[in-house]
């Protein structure tokens, strides 16, 4: 039989000697500490703490004024070396690493994809022409916090399949972040934007997803661009993770060039993407790399 006696009521007085109610004391505590090791045993997922999340934030404000100083450079002519060289510059000249570098084998500090890429192109001597489109993806490591970030930049002037697939990319992100909230999951996130994308005939890429970040540069959980709703993990604050939405303006099909970094349409068709790492709290979200979408 169970001894009732060894529980604490939740309208007794705390035993920490704090003169409140258990229920509105360390009771909550332990509720908490439950959530976090839940998450962790289950999905290993790490809840961050208060302290890790402002050091979150600090990365992501150095990586914004990188990103608006990428943005300003961005002109037909320009080599996307230079890109390289810049990100790689201010985020030392910060005190910071930039975590592409050395990657996995990644061998440059920024990813720069350029129309038919998808992700991960590697900087080099490709020159930026007139019309193209330009996606820029960028993650310093600040005091040991990890924040990551890409946006899709207009080179000179853009034509009419330019506008819509970085227009629709932009909005798909849209969708994705102002679902999230406690409560909502992961399903409704990449519903949210399978919808958008495909109800305007574009694809959604499978083979790349959003992550936890923070602690690591990619933790769980996998946040899938595509879904079904109330499917998938229960959001919850203190969750950290990016959601970055490859979008094709054709089929969804990639393959992977013999760098066996730079992912390419299929099809050749156009693909944007634009990324931000968001918070999960009380009340909804907070980008930590925030931007205008
Ligand atoms: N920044 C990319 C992401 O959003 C990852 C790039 S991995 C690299 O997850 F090695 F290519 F840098
Ligand atoms: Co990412
Ligand atoms: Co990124």
């Known amino acids: ?65 990188i990103m608006d100083g990428v943005e300003k450079m961005i002109r037909p002519g320009l080599v996307t070396e230079e890109i390289n060289t810049f990100v ?12 592409p570098l050395n990657y996995r084998g990644f061998p440059k500090s920024v990813c720069v994809s350029i129309n038919e890429v998808i992700c991960h192109g590697i900087p080099g001597d ?28 207009f080179v000179g002037t853009p034509g009419p399949d330019a506008q819509r697939i970085v227009s629709i990319a932009a909005n798909a992100l849209k969708k994705g972040i102002e679902t999230v909230a406690p409560g909502a999951t992961l399903g409704d996130v990449g519903h949210a934007i399978q919808h958008y994308a495909e109800g305007l005939g574009c694809s959604v890429v499978r083979e790349f997803v959003g992550h ?63 990324e931000q790492t968001i918070l999960v709290t009380e009340q909804g979200y907070e980008s930590l790399t925030p931007y205008t979408l």
């Open 212 to 274: 936890g970040v923070g602690i690591d540069f990619h933790e769980q959980p996998q946040v899938l661009h595509f879904g079904s709703p109330g499917k998938g993990v229960v959001l919850v604050p203190g969750m950290v993770f990016t959601i970055e939405p490859m979008i094709n303006l054709g089929k969804k099909e990639l393959h992977v060039l013999p760098d066996k970094w730079t992912a390419v349409t299929n099809d050749g068709s156009l693909s944007a993407q634009f």
């Open 88 to 99: 790689h510059e201010q985020t030392i000249r910060a005190g910071a690493i930039p975590a």
């Open 1 to 65: 039989m169970k001894n009732k006696s060894s529980k604490i009521g939740r309208n007794a007085l705390c035993p920490c000697g704090s003169g409140k109610k258990y229920k509105n004391c360390c009771r909550n505590m332990k509720k908490e500490l439950s959530v976090k090791e839940t998450y962790k045993q289950q999905y290993d997922i790490i809840i961050k703490t208060p302290k890790q999340i402002e050091g979150i934030r600090r990365a992501g404000v150095l990586l914004m004024q």
């Open 126 to 153: 490709r020159i930026l022409m007139d019309g193209d489109i330009v996606n820029v993806d960028i993650t310093p490591i600040l005091d040991g916090y990890y924040a990551d970030a890409s946006k899709t930049f």
